[in-house]
């Protein structure tokens, strides 16, 4: 099971990070909810989509490989690094030009071999900190 559940998450995060947006829907559970950090709740993968879609639209040279997996039982916790090029407007801040790197860590849940749930954890300040300069 474990195994399994670590690789629809591969092959999520595959999608995303090839665009594929429409494929997304087939990763994730019917009940989906996405927690943009504690606890902020965008139901469904549309919200979430909309999200990743603006960090594209923002970001050029976008980037999100997996580090590591690590899973147990229908829980997979995701370790990743972001890095883009700040091109265009970003969460108001303007375009800077400059390149952004940071860690994500994500821990999502899954029903039916479906992910139903992924918490998005990452430091926001760090993140406007290197885009300011």
């Not at 916790?77 to 952004?100: C, N, Q, T, V």
Request: hydrophobic share 40%; aromatic share 12%; glycine share 6%.
């Amino acid at each position: 099971m474990t195994e399994a559940n670590k690789a629809t998450v591969r092959a999520f995060y595959e999608a995303i990070n090839e665009q594929r947006f429409d494929d997304l829907a087939q990763y994730c559970h019917p009940d989906f909810v996405f927690y943009h950090q504690v606890d902020t709740p965008h139901p469904g993968v549309a919200g979430f989509r909309a999200s990743e879609e603006k960090n594209f639209a923002a970001f050029d040279d976008w980037q999100m490989p997996i580090v590591e997996l690590i899973a147990e039982g229908d829980q997979v916790a995701s370790y990743m690094i972001f890095e883009g090029i700040h091109a265009r407007d970003w969460a108001g801040i303007p375009a800077s030009g400059r390149k952004l790197r940071f860690s994500l860590f994500m821990k999502l849940t899954l029903r039916d071999g479906m992910i139903v749930e992924k918490r998005s954890h990452f430091d926001r300040a760090d993140i406007r900190q290197q885009l300011a300069g």
